[in-house]
């Protein structure tokens, strides 16, 4: 049973902030991910939990696990023991379409996702919610589907498997037995109690919540985590759980979801939470999309990535190569080596350039010129993918059908 | 965008010898032949290539050396069908010359950075041979001396080869692809004109997205269905088509196996492999798989009932 030590978080300017909506760094320092999992009361993904997914999976963990990118847990550990006994989980996972074009942060759960699928043999859903943004961006109705099918696309180009994967947009799909737990949701969840987790006050945000279907808007991201949502797929399954990885801000959201699916008579959804994926010039918390130097694209090209590594990437090598190859980088802060923990799979050679890198041995640019290789790989990889995703094939994975084959 | 003079600039710099025919513009060898007799040096036939990750080679021999492509693609480590002629959009994108106007001083571009240059040994026995400066109403005439020296000021090295080696097997166990190493580390994407524009504006202007009318914002949807990139439609059969896809794979295997291979112990090598190529392949077929449902899911929603 987990404690959820504080609903609220404090919005204190001296403090870190990190909510849904902003994300920022005490003193424009770095992310203290300790105190952050301290605040929101989650647990943190150990070794010996690593050891049990390999264990389970017959597989080496992914990337991501190995290397604390995913980092924080809600009953992950019950889901793992519910899925040893033979109770299997489906994942669920999703995105607000609000820009056509998609950086690395944006892949990142999509690619642990996908690893999670064929690791344990889940099905999937992703909910597109281009209702929420048609309404807090001031998109058009049509404006924000269309995006949403785009980033269908991206997001299908990543590799998971349509038997086993059920995309649906909330203009599409919300109705249905999906509308009837979105009402019992939002019975549950009082105005004080979704302000107080999501820390708003009660001036500042008041219009946004007044507004009657935005209460339901904000139970929206829970609904999808009860199997009963979705008649066509787990019909009878109604204590089938959810894991839902996702980053650490939006913890908030499925906390809300935690507190009110044991009163609707559903299992709680289990959370595996990742942080931020650092933008290319360190200043801020995350990679944004209003900033485009601040993130290699899907869409960049391999010239593209070559100059926004060389001239943005934050290095922690020193000024000059003399001091450089006497002092070593600073690793802690140096952008491409991070960027590299991301995405170079192979642990030892990774070790080797941290070691080399921050003893002097090695210079940034030879780590700049690595990390070149291995994003410019996994972009062109991704854009033949993408390149091969029709709208037939999206109508596919958006068709409302049974999965007969999702656990397999 | 160089400027063929600049060309001339830099022999006069260097004070490499040479002679300048101007002539009406050309594209074959047979029509430069017309303006600039033989007797002013060796005229050179001019390929520009690409493989199949997007990696650029201009091939610059003489008219009469047979340049085999399948020996080539093997040579280079590329397997049998590794290596075509590249699409024109990259002879603008990357050389900055138009058709007809291949020339090793292409290089000398920062766009070309990544071609990798390769040229005929023969050319070392002729006084002096004969290559477009840039332009195609041009022809100049130096001897290897001159084109090496030209190369090194500009960061290159010169690489003769003998393109007419032809072993056989060309490659195999007790032969590895001699010409692997001139394989550039880095490729280079030449998207196709009317799409790049547009997916400059979505990277770039994504401050406004949101506000950016349907009409001006970009297609990368386009990419799936449009048949002009040589990149998308080849990606397009790899899933489609049973054969491509098992070539994709084995070449892919091929290569592995070719740069890796060298002295491994088999056991070693097989892990090898199977670390490399595990997640690609499981890549690829699962979107040959979502491929294949797609095609069933879509001809049935297009199915007649069964009369009753």
Redesign the interface.
Known sequence: MDVDKKDSIASDSSDQVVNPWEVSAKDGGKIDYDKLIDQFGCQRLDASLIDRVQRLTSRQPHVFLRRGVFFAHRDFNEVLDAYERGDKFYLYTGRGPSSEALHLGHLIPFMFTKYLQEAFKVPLVIQLTDDEKCMWKNLSVEESQRLARENAKDIIACGFDVTKTFIFSDFDYVGGAFYKNMVKVAKCVTLNKAMGIFGFSGEDHIGKLSFPPVQACLSVPAVPSFPSSFPHLFPGKDKLRCLIPCAIDQDPYFRMTRDVAPRLGYSKPALIESSFFPALQAKNGKMSASDPNSAIYVTDTAKEIKNKINRYAFSGGQDSIEKHREIGANLEVDIPVKYLSFFLDDDTELEHIKKEYGEGRMLTGEVKKRLTEVLTEMVERHRMARAAVTDEMVDAFMAVRPLPSMFE | VCNYRIIFWIFQELQIDYSKYEHPPVLTVEEQAKYVSSSEGALSKNLFLKDKK?RYYIVSAMTDTKVDMKVLSQRLGLGKGGIRMAPEEALSELLQVSLGCVTPFAVVNESARDVSLLLDQKFKNQTRCIFHPLSNDVSVSLNTLGLDKFLQSIGRDSVYIDLEVNANPVVGKDQPPDLAVYVP?????V?ELPTKTA?IQ??????S??KTK?VA??K??K???NGKSA??DS??L??KNPEKFVEEILDKTTALLLSEGKGENVEALAETFRKRLT??F??LA??Y???A???G??AG?QSQPKRP
């Open positions: 997007n580390s880095n490729s280079v994407v998207p997916s979505t990277a770039s202007k994504n401050v997205a949101e349907p914002s970009a990368p949807s990419l799936a269905g990149v998308e990606a397009l790899v899933f997640s690609e499981t890549h699962v979107m798989k979502n491929t449902y797609s095609q899911f879509y929603t």
